[in-house]
Structure formats: C-alpha cells, structure tokens
C-alpha cells in the first residue's frame, strides 16, 4: 500500500528543439497528466533512437495528449486522448555518407481524435491525413527489402527469460477515415535476375471509409483512389 496527498504541479521546457508544457495531479486514487508539445524535433531523441532504428529520422512533432490512470502508475494500462497529433517534414535517412538516400518522406501527416482505453485494449481514431508521402522501396537480390534493415535486433534479457506472456484481450483498432493524397512510390526490384526492374508511381491518392482490426467477417470498407503510372523499367 502507498500513501500520498492530491498534488497538482505544471512544468513548461522550452529550448530550440522543444517547446513543451506538461500539467499534472497525482492522488492514491490515480493521476493524469496534460501534455502539450509544439514543434518537438525528432533529431534531439536520434541517439535514443539509434539503439532501435537503423535510419536517421528528421522532423517535427506537434501534439497535445491527456493521460489518465487509476491506482499506482503502472497498475494498469493509461486511457489517453489525444485531440490532434502533428508530424510534419518527416524524412527517414537510410545509409551514411554518400550512400545516404532519403527512403520516406511527407509534407505532413495529422491524426485527429485518437482515443486509447488502456484496460479495455481499444484505439479509436477520427482522421488520418497524410499529405505527399514519397517511398523508395528497394529488394535486393537475396529476396530481401531494405525495410527489413531498419529495425535493429534487441538483446535477449538478462538470464535468458523470455517476457511475460500477455494473458490480455486482444487490442482492437478503429479507425474512422483515412486521406493520403499526393503521393509517389519508387520500387526497384533486383531478386527477379537480369536487369533489375524499377517502377515509378506518382499522384498516388486514396480515401478510405471506416477500418477495424481485426476484421470483421463479411465487412467491406469504401475506398476511391487514384495513381498516375510513370514508368516501368528494366
């Protein structure tokens, strides 16, 4: 058992990569915290990120969140809110030096309306919109895609234990509509022998009606989109 007094506190942090202000009270019963934070820079978080990730990402995050809890931190899972998540200039580098190339790029990429109740196990959101989204997806000879690459393998904890089996209910996902507009993919693909093949696709756009996961049996989903097909070569 834990004792402590209703506390309410507010802290602000701002610096050139971080303009944050963070409110907070934390009681025997619970606590909640309101987070807000504008034009946050991925790259201050990159040496963090680096044990996890294989490219570099550049950045900027703007968003503002309402996490509650009930018990101990900890307890349980948090409900969160979150009226309106921003990414905004987003580039994912992959390589060093002259072999660095720029695998994933958008404009801007806003979530509105997410919702996740931590002890049911359930995410809504309203909106996405993602706005010129550019890849540059690679396979090479081996079969294997450059994506596979970007995720570093962690080490195996300390005596050799696996992690707790998750007992839990399965998360279910919803969401509500989703918008990509502007987009291009570039695919090379040198697993099919010879010369390898390259296709180019721009003025990629897609709108989506509602989505859940998993699935439900028989669903259909609304979906218009467009593409534009530059060029397929070999």
């Known amino acids: 058992a834990y004792e402590i007094s209703t506390r ?28 807000k934070a504008t034009d946050w820079t991925v790259e201050a978080w990159q040496p963090y990120l680096a044990a996890y990730l294989q490219p570099r990402l550049q950045g900027s995050v703007s968003t503002q969140a309402l996490v509650r809890w009930q018990g101990a931190p900890g307890a349980q899972l948090p409900s969160v809110q979150v009226p309106e998540l921003s990414l ?7 390589g060093d030096g002259r072999a660095a190339r720029t695998a994933v790029a958008w404009e801007h990429l806003a979530v509105q309306n997410v919702t996740v109740d931590g002890p049911a196990r359930t995410v809504k959101v309203e909106q996405l919109r993602w706005t010129a989204p550019q890849a540059q997806l690679r396979r090479d000879a081996r079969g294997e895609l450059d994506v596979s ?48 093949i390259q296709v180019n696709l721009d003025g990629l756009g897609l709108r989506a009606g509602a989505l859940q996961w998993p699935a439900a049996k028989g669903s259909a989903v609304p979906v218009q989109g467009e ?8």
């Open 88 to 94: 905004d200039q987003w580039k994912v580098i992959d």
């Open 8 to 35: 309410d506190w507010s802290s602000d942090v701002c610096s050139s990569d971080l303009r944050l202000h963070v409110q907070g009270s934390l009681s025997r019963e619970g606590g909640q915290l309101d987070l």
């Open 149 to 196: 690459r970007w995720v570093r393998p962690q080490p195996a904890q300390a005596g050799g234990h696996a992690a707790a089996a998750d007992t839990g209910p399965a998360w279910q996902i919803a969401l509500g509509q989703t918008t990509l507009e502007k987009g291009h993919l570039q695919w090379r693909d040198e697993a099919q022998g010879g010369e390898p």
């Open 227 to 234: 593409l534009r097909w530059l060029a397929a070569e070999r």
